[in-house]
C-alpha cells in the first residue's frame, strides 16, 4: 500500500513541475517532504527525456556508423545473394537489428532505417532489379522483376547495387557498372519504333539487335561524342572511339566493343584503347587495326580527322 501511495505521489509531482506549478514539500496530502536533490533529479529526467525520445535516427553523431556497421552484418550473416526467398533476407535482417538494439550498438531509433534498406533491395529475388526512374528532375527507385521491365515501363535503368538504398546515386545509373539489356524496337536505319511510355528508339551500336530501347536518361553510345564517346552500351559492353582509314583521314564515330578484345588484336571486330585514342581499322593493304591518339597535328606519320578536324597518330 505504502509503495503505491509513494508512487502516486512521484507521478504527481511529475506533473506539478512539468506544468511549472510552484509545489512546496508539505504540500502533498499526507506525504512527507521530498529532498531536494530528489526534486532536482526528477527535473532534469522531464527536461531530457522528452528530446531523448523524439530524437530520430541521423540526429545522434554516431547513427550514421551504427546504420552502416548494421548494414555490413545483415549482409555478411543473411547472405543476399544465397537467400532462398525475399521475406527469409528481412527477417534475418530484423534479426539482426534486434541483436545491435539489445546490445545498444544500434539506437533504436535506427531499427527501421536498417530493415527499410532490406526490405528495398533484390536479395532473395533472382532476376530483379534496383530501377531507377527518373520523374521530372527526381530520380527515384524501386525493385523490379529484370531490367527490361525496368526499361518498357519506367524508361529506367538497372543499377548494379542490391537495395535501393544505395543504386541511383547522382540521379541515375552508372553506365560502367550497369549492364542494359537491349529490348528490340524497329530494326532498321531510323530506328523509329515505338518503345511504349518512357523509353526511346536508338541504334544499339552492338550490330544485333540494331535497334534498341534505351532509358531516357541514358545516352546511346552511337549518340555520344566522337571521341570522348562514353555512352552507354548494351550487353556489358564498353564504348570505344573508332575508325576507318583511307589514304589519308581517318573517318571516326563511336561503337560498342567487347571490352575483352584489345585493338590490334584483330579486325575481325574493333576492340579497346586507352582513353583519348581510337581504334581504327586501315583500310589500306596489309589490312590492320591499331590505337591512334586523337588531338593536335604533330609532326610525322599523322592522319588528318575528318569529324574533329584535328589529327590521328600511331600511337608510339
Not at 532505417?113 to 532476376?127: E, F, I, L, W
Amino acid at each position: 500500500m505504502r509503495r503505491r501511495k509513494h508512487a502516486y505521489r512521484v507521478s504527481a509531482l511529475a506533473h506539478l513541475v512539468a506544468a511549472d506549478v510552484a509545489l512546496q514539500p508539505d504540500e502533498l496530502a499526507g506525504g512527507k517532504p521530498v529532498p531536494p536533490f530528489a526534486a532536482l533529479l526528477l527535473v532534469s529526467f522531464i527536461a531530457v527525456a522528452p528530446a531523448v525520445l523524439r530524437a530520430d535516427c541521423g540526429d545522434d553523431p554516431g547513427d550514421g556508423a551504427a546504420v552502416a556497421a548494421a548494414r555490413a552484418e545483415v549482409d555478411a550473416e543473411c547472405a543476399c545473394a544465397g537467400a532462398p526467398t525475399h521475406d527469409v533476407f528481412v527477417h534475418c535482417a530484423r534479426e539482426v537489428v534486434a541483436r545491435r538494439v539489445g546490445s545498444r550498438s544500434l539506437r533504436r531509433a535506427c531499427r527501421a532505417a536498417v530493415v527499410r534498406c532490406a526490405a528495398r533491395s533484390t536479395c532473395g529475388k533472382p532476376g530483379a532489379v534496383a530501377c531507377c526512374r527518373t520523374d521530372g528532375a527526381k530520380t527515384r527507385c524501386q525493385v523490379e522483376k529484370d531490367a527490361a521491365t525496368c526499361q518498357r515501363r519506367h524508361g529506367g535503368c538497372a543499377d548494379a547495387p542490391a537495395s535501393c538504398c544505395d543504386a541511383c546515386v547522382g540521379g541515375g545509373c552508372s553506365t560502367t557498372t550497369t549492364t542494359l539489356v537491349g529490348v528490340p524496337c524497329e530494326s532498321s536505319l531510323t530506328c523509329a519504333g515505338d518503345c511504349g511510355p518512357g523509353p526511346r528508339c536508338a541504334v544499339s551500336g552492338t550490330g544485333s539487335p540494331t535497334c534498341a530501347c534505351f532509358p531516357l536518361n541514358v545516352t546511346p553510345c552511337s549518340e555520344d561524342g566522337y571521341p570522348t564517346c562514353a555512352g552507354a552500351c548494351l550487353g556489358g559492353r564498353t564504348c570505344q572511339a573508332v575508325g576507318n582509314l583511307g589514304k589519308e583521314a581517318v573517318f571516326g564515330s563511336c561503337a560498342c566493343v567487347d571490352p575483352e578484345v584489345q585493338c590490334g588484336t584483330s579486325c575481325e571486330s574493333l576492340g579497346t584503347c586507352a582513353a583519348g585514342e581510337a581504334c581504327v581499322r586501315n583500310v589500306i593493304a596489309p589490312i590492320h587495326c591499331e590505337c591512334l591518339a586523337i588531338g593536335p597535328c604533330v609532326v610525322g606519320g599523322c592522319f588528318r580527322d575528318v569529324v574533329t578536324r584535328g589529327c590521328a597518330c600511331p600511337v608510339p
